[in-house]
């Protein structure tokens, strides 16, 4: 079996950085990612807005992502490695050779954060193709330059709702509206505005997704507006927020430290990046 002092699961922003900052102070540590490529959500957001809290310099999610994986180049990080459950201080971990175990002294969790699909929203209809997040929308747009619909209804107003605006943008992809259920937006105002005058997309506030029509690709969407059911036509829904944190790993109650979006309110990525490197100081200090 493989040990090792530290192992890091999950090679985005805050588990990159916590890699980083524990070598620089002394500690070797292994960061396993499942993805094949490390970075991250940010990876896939192609607009700008990153890099700041952490680099001082105001990049897009890829060209972050591409740094980060930079300051990374001297550790022991390994993508296509997912951790599938961890008993005590040992990891079972699949890649392409099979599933083996390894053991740490100390685990950090920094698996990041995921928004709720359809499923769990209890939305009715159909099922047909056109229906997604925002980060699969991302990845779909930015990873494999692929436009999985023209014209989309945007569900939520979250920051990330806002986000899902910019990369319909960037694809040439023109969404119908904005719909939130609450008598305002979840994001500050005036993203509302900003949307509507400059994106070209309405926000429909206390309006309500009730189902989803098409086949095999959407078509329509049903709304609830004013105490009122309307038909919306579209050819894709795209879910975002009402973020749920990727602790699955959780299940067994390992004693682990977390980082990043795993746990606690959402953060930015350049916080998360900052919350690796202090758990990492406090693990060298043997405080964590």
Known sequence: MERRDVIIIGGGPAGLSAARRLAELGVAATVLERDQQAGGVPRHCGHLGFGWQSHRRLWTGPRFAEQLRADSTALDVRTGHTVLGIDGNVLRVQNQHGINEMAANRIILATGTRETPRAPRFVGGSRPRGVTTTGALQANVYLQNFKPFACPVIIGSEWVSFSAILTCRHAGIRPV??????????????????????????????????????????????????????RIACDGVIFTGEWVPEAALLVNRPKVTLAGNVHGDLKTSGACWREGRAIAEQIARGSA
């Not at 939130?180 to 309006?207: C, F, H, M, N, Q």
């Open 177 to 230: 509206a904005m719909i939130e259920a609450k008598d305002r937006i979840s994001a500050p105002r005036p993203g509302d505005l900003i949307s509507k005058l400059i994106y070209g997309v309405p926000v429909w506030t206390r309006t309500k997704l009730t189902a989803i029509a098409g086949q095999p690709q959407v078509e329509a969407v049903e709304i609830e507006r004013h105490g009122k059911r309307e």
